[in-house]
């Protein structure tokens, strides 16, 4: 057998020549290709044009260059084998990961993941975890071609995104024409990707021939965003890179001079002066989409209530968002954003350890700390050995570590992420690789064939279930923004054939026959019209009960089935106590959200109000539906007091308590609720109109005048504010001030004919008074 030697700083490895092999190049040809066209990637046609375009691909090349590489082995009679020292770590992520989706409340989101947040679910950990395998095993250059590919990467995304900051758009479709929009992430998101990226183009692109100029572009553009964004987090990434790149310099080097790294210093200088002065680009800043995240402390709070809660393996992959319902809501009780719903923390360890426990926690801590310890023995064992454009290889992978802590990752960091633990491992040991015969095996033999018939079916059922959900939820897309509703069902009942396991397209199904339920109502009488609505009935509900029984931690799901149950109030007995209980269990899964308790005030006001016109329709069964408004009354009464409890400035369930009080009789109680909302809603005269007429009810007639005088002037063209007016001022005998207002009301353009105030003036005029003392309310308003 023909050998050759390749030798390393400690031991002679033997190579065979001639033993690659077309699947074996091919294999590396896709990583490359892979690689480099992941951060650009995106279409614009899923619920997500970033995330859910970017795991179908990953998974795709990773899987199809895993399934190359088997062949390659099985073919060649060979397993070409590089050390990976950052393998065990990895392989223990994955494993956490793994056992954190088995133990997950909500499997099927912890494999594939959620639309918003698709990063940590179980399929793209181990496609990274794949994709670093073969990054470390197919690459004989220590990295390099790679390196230049990532860096053509990086420079175009940067490029690309600040033309779009300057509103030069070059695709020209709707979701690319936005400031904002870029193929990275969050304008922040593609902030963190600069500042993570920068010590890795300076120093890597800088001496790469073929990409020095692109790199220079990448260079400066990265600084570009990260002066515009200016915020504290970005550049610490940045100052931590390039601290880390000084500092392997320095033991890189014979006589390190402090010259060689002024670009560094300067970056480092820079970022301190900027973070100081705080300084904003407001021109850009404006223009700029706002992201809103949770506070450090929050978020601690969130993982430490999870640790106590289920501390080995939280809550599962990708349900951040469940664990923040249940332990972060009520800090937003009392703020703009407690309605707002979050699926990461602020920061990646944190969303690690609410979504894997204890467990994928220790796992990620372990495997940064491997890393920091292997650079640590290179160095130490191999004083002065590393190239200059590896160095900014572990600068990057040093400062990504970083960023773990600070941000959450989303697909392309966490991509970036695992791409940068693989090229630094070809730089410490991309010289030292090793043949194992498996022909010669009968054990390497048997595992390789195991290994290539298991890894096969991985794929293959991996490429299945994903275009098979992809294109499920291109259907969601478009059945979500389909205008003819019939359609639309059509189209969700075929997402639903083909991935039944999403819990959002029958929230989505429900909603979309409940459109249909209300528009068959308004239609005419007609034979098919009773069964029409008995069928869409009976549909709304189950689809909107099966969302409910997929996923029951999760409060979207309990809040439709309220939602659904209160919209039947009209059509259906008894369904107010179960949109109740749907409503109350999805405040128990999200205790700081007051809007729940509201809906439930909201419905038995509705109710309460229906059931007095009937009582009014009905003088014989009066009484008893009368008692029975009252019955409904005190229970919207009870829900809006816990919405305001857990909400002290939701404003509309201020003013439906107000309304409720109203209701009961209790005058001063309903004003007492309008006069909180007065304050912050000066320039609503609609508020100003209803507190004048409690006002006028509680015999604060004064009063009354002053608020509906504010009306009219927020809106001079107020013509029941002036129609009031004008009666109080009959009652009052000011009968020039009471003309002066109904002249004015037909003076609008939408009164002038009105034939109310017409007779009214006109008895007026004549010095007919018919308005006593008491009187004014029992007028219907215009």
């Keep these: 057998m023909n050998l050759n030697f390749w030798r390393d700083d400690h031991q002679e490895v033997p190579v065979s020549e001639g033993r690659e092999n077309i699947y074996q190049k091919l294999a590396r040809l896709v990583v490359l290709i892979g690689a480099g066209l992941f951060l650009l990637f995106f279409l614009p046609w899923s619920s997500s044009p970033l995330e859910v375009n970017k795991q179908l691909f990953l998974i795709l090349f990773s899987g199809l260059a895993l399934v190359f590489w088997l062949m390659g082995i099985v073919t060649s009679g060979y ?28 499997r099927f989101k912890s ?35 790679l390196q230049s590919v990532i860096l053509v990467a990086l420079g175009i995304s940067f490029i690309y995104s600040i033309l779009q900051i300057f509103g030069i758009y070059i695709l020209r479709f709707p979701l690319a024409k936005n400031i904002g929009f870029n193929t990275i992430g ?36 990265a600084l570009f965003i990260l002066v515009i964004l200016n915020w504290w987090i970005l550049w610490t990434i940045a100052i931590i890179g390039m601290f880390v790149l000084v500092a392997l310099e320095s033991l890189n080097s014979k006589g390190f001079k402090i ?26 800043s404006s223009k700029m989409p706002l992201e809103v995240a949770p506070s450090f402390g929050l978020s601690s709070k969130v993982a430490q209530s999870v640790i106590k809660d289920r501390p080995v393996f939280g809550y599962g992959l990708e349900n951040f968002s469940l664990a923040f319902d249940r332990y972060g809501s009520q800090a937003l009780a009392n703020t703009n954003f407690s309605s707002i719903r979050f699926y990461d923390s602020t920061s990646e360890f944190f969303n690690s350890i609410v979504q894997g426990g204890i467990v994928l926690g220790l796992a990620f801590l372990l495997l940064f700390a491997w890393i920091i310890w292997e650079i640590f023995k290179f160095y130490k064992r191999n004083p002065m050995s590393v190239e200059g454009d590896h160095v900014g290889v572990m600068a990057m992978v040093l400062t990504m570590a ?85 359609k639309s069902v059509v189209i969700l009942t075929e997402a639903i054939k ?66 659904t149950y209160k919209s039947l109030l009209m059509i ?110 000066a320039n609503q005269p609609g508020l100003m109109f209803e507190l004048g007429l409690l006002y006028y ?7 009354a005048i002053s608020q509906l005088q504010k009306a009219i002037i927020l809106a001079p063209d107020y013509a029941n504010a002036r129609w009031y007016l004008a009666l109080i001022y009959e009652e009052r005998n000011d009968i020039s001030s009471a003309i002066a207002h109904l002249e004015k009301i037909l003076s609008i353009d939408v009164n002038k004919d009105n034939p109310i105030v017409l007779q009214k003036l006109q008895e007026m005029k004549s010095g007919k008074r018919s308005i006593p003392p008491g009187k004014v309310l029992d007028q219907k308003p215009l």
Excluded: C, H
């Design 79 to 106: 397993l070409k084998w590089r050390p990976f020292g950052f393998l065990k770590p990895m392989a223990i992520i994955a494993a956490a990961a793994i056992l954190a989706t088995v133990f997950s409340v909500s």
């Design 186 to 221: 969050s304008i922040n998101t593609l902030g963190v990707l600069a500042a993570a990226s920068l010590s890795f183009i300076y120093k890597s692109g800088f001496n790469l021939p073929l990409v020095k100029y692109i790199s220079y572009a990448a260079f400066i553009s």
């Design 402 to 486: 970083a960023a773990f802590f600070l941000y959450p990752f989303n697909i392309s960091l966490l991509f970036f992420l695992y791409l940068s633990i693989a090229m630094a491992s070809l730089s410490l040991w991309g010289r030292v690789r090793s043949y194992l015969s498996i022909e010669k095996s009968p054990i390497l033999s048997l595992a390789s064939s195991l290994s290539f018939i298991g890894g096969l079916v991985l794929v293959l059922v991996a490429f299945y279930f994903s275009l098979l959900f992809y294109s499920a939820d291109i259907k969601y897309v478009k059945a979500a923004v389909e205008p003819d509703k019939q």
């Design 259 to 284: 010259s060689k790294s002024v670009i560094p210093l300067t970056v480092i200088v820079l970022g301190f002066f900027l973070i100081t002065i705080n300084f904003r680009f407001t021109y850009f």
């Design 111 to 145: 494999l594939f993941g959620l639309t918003n947040s698709l990063s940590d679910s179980l399929s793209v950990i181990l496609a990274l975890s794949v994709m670093a395998l073969l990054v470390v095993n197919v690459f004989d250059d220590r990295g390099k071609k």
């Design 572 to 681: 259906t007995d008894n369904v107010d106590k179960l949109a109740e209980d749907a409503y109350l269990k999805a405040a128990e899964l999200r205790p700081g959200d007051a809007n729940f308790y509201y809906q439930i005030g909201s419905m038995y006001l509705a109710k309460g109000d229906l059931l007095i016109q009937m009582a009014r329709a009905n003088p014989k069964a009066a009484p008893q539906l009368g008692a029975m408004a009252g019955e409904a009354y005190k229970k919207s009464e009870d829900a809006l007091k816990k919405a305001v409890d857990t909400s002290n400035n939701f404003g509309m369930a201020i003013y439906n308590l107000g309304t409720v009080y109203e209701r009961e009789g209790m005058l001063g109680e309903a004003i007492k609720q309008l006069e909180k909302l007065a304050p912050a809603n």
């Design 697 to 703: 009810r509680a015999g604060r007639k004064d009063d």
């Design 498 to 563: 083909w991935n039944g396991n999403d819990d959002k397209y029958y929230r989505l199904l429900s909603q979309k026959i409940l459109a249909l339920l209300s528009e068959e109502m308004s239609k005419p009488n007609d034979p098919q019209k009773t069964n029409l609505i008995q069928n869409y009935t009976s549909s709304t509900i189950r689809f909107a009960q099966k969302a409910s029984q997929m996923d029951p931690r999760e409060s979207l799901n309990w809040a439709n089935l309220g939602n």
